[in-house]
């Protein structure tokens, strides 16, 4: 089964404070996704990457960074965490090519909690 | 750009019976993808059931299938025989068919909570 995993189910930081959410997955997957989820809103794409050290922006990248070094591994960087930053965070990765078109492999969510 | 809509934030059903759950979307594109998503209490995001916009024929999986009216813009959920283990938040969620190198982004719509009662 693939796996996709994210290093807390829990956070709870301090504006300003710089944040790292970190996603690995184990299926050698190419694309990986950072979603955030707000009530009423759905899941909103942050950035994706398409390969090590490639990425793009989604809809609501602003205050965001993120970074892809070894494939399997991509972080997102809340540079100075706001307030307005606390949500679900969820991670999802897919292989590339056709085989894209069938799922999104997801992460158990990342809550975090900006005070 | 696409976009996909939710209109029932909250369902309910009582258990063995039948329930649907609402998506509309909107886009430009003529080959696409169509899914639904569910998210259990405190659980992760699996999929549901998967459509192709090109098959006419409507997609089953068990006791869950879909109503797809392309002209129509809509993409209902129908879960059948309801179990207590389907109370989750169902999401709705687009994907345009891209040629060449996929990324196979989503577009979701704003999730219906399901709960299903004894």
């Known amino acids: 089964d693939v796996k996709v995993t994210q290093s807390s189910r829990y956070l709870v930081k301090r504006t300003g404070e710089k944040v790292f959410l970190e996603c690995v997955q184990d299926?050698?997957?190419?694309?990986m996704f950072w979603y955030r989820q707000d009530p009423g809103l759905g899941l909103r794409l942050i950035y994706f990457?398409?390969?090590?050290?490639?990425?793009e922006k989604g809809d609501i990248p602003e205050g965001y960074s993120v970074s892809r070094e070894k494939k399997e591994r991509f972080s997102l960087i809340l540079e100075s965490a706001s307030t307005n930053q606390t949500s679900m965070y969820l991670c999802?990765?897919?292989?590339?090519?056709?085989?894209?078109?069938?799922?999104?492999?997801f992460g158990p969510g990342t809550r975090l909690t900006v005070t | 750009a696409q976009t996909v809509t939710q209109s029932q934030p909250e369902m309910s059903v009582q258990e063995a019976e039948t329930v649907t759950l609402s998506c509309t979307y909107d886009t430009s594109e003529s080959n696409y993808y169509l899914f639904w998503y569910k998210q259990p209490p405190s659980r992760q995001m699996i999929l549901v059931i998967r459509?192709?916009?090109?098959?006419?024929q409507n997609a089953t999986e068990n006791r869950f299938s879909v109503n797809f009216q392309k002209a129509a813009k809509s993409f209902s959920l129908k879960i059948s025989d309801s179990q207590l283990g389907d109370t989750a938040m169902y999401f709705c969620?687009?994907?345009?068919?891209?040629?060449?190198?996929?990324?196979?982004?989503?577009?979701f719509g704003q999730g219906t909570i399901l709960t299903v009662h004894p």
């Open positions: 990457s398409y390969d090590v050290k490639m990425k």
């Open positions: 969620a687009f994907m345009k068919r891209a040629g060449g190198t996929s990324y196979g982004k989503l577009t």
């Open positions: 459509q192709e916009a090109y098959k006419q």
């Open positions: 999802a990765s897919t292989p590339t090519g056709r085989e894209a078109h069938y799922e999104q492999y």
């Open positions: 299926m050698d997957h190419e694309n």
